[in-house]
């Protein structure tokens, strides 16, 4: 068992940055590739970024890349979600996941079996 919590949401001007945390409990965090999904109302759960159990692989979706950086510390039991450039389209809930490491960058939310309660970030214009 994971149990995931999500910090670091707020409300930001368009060209700002925000960090986000994701805290998880258990002492198997490092053997779970992980993942940060956003959903806008209305609209299904995207993809955002996932990275290996190691941190050496990451994987971003196009609309993000470049401007967001996902990365993880095993020893704090943290992966964070560093959003630069932010836009009003980035707008939603963030949630960070937990997925086994074989499903390494997955694009899909049936892959991750552990989710957060997600935190909001909102991007004025």
């Known amino acids: 068992q994971v149990q995931l919590v999500e910090s670091g949401g707020g409300l930001v001007q368009a060209g700002g940055s925000l960090r986000l945390s994701c805290a998880a409990s258990?002492?198997?965090?490092?053997?779970?590739?992980m993942g940060w999904f956003r959903q806008a109302p209305g609209k299904e759960r995207d993809f955002v970024a996932a990275?290996?159990?190691?941190?050496?692989?990451?994987y971003y979706a196009d609309s993000v890349k470049g401007r967001f950086t996902i990365s993880r510390d095993n020893a704090k039991n943290t992966v964070y979600l560093q959003m630069n450039t932010l836009k009003p389209e980035d707008t939603a809930v963030y949630y960070c996941?937990?997925?086994?490491?074989?499903?390494?960058?997955?694009?899909?939310?049936?892959?991750?079996?552990?989710w957060g309660q997600g935190t909001q970030v909102t991007v004025s214009s």
């Open positions: 996941a937990a997925a086994p490491a074989y499903y390494a960058g997955s694009y899909s939310i049936n892959d991750y079996a552990y």
């Open positions: 258990g002492r198997t965090f490092s053997s779970y590739a």
């Open positions: 990275i290996s159990w190691s941190g050496g692989n990451t």
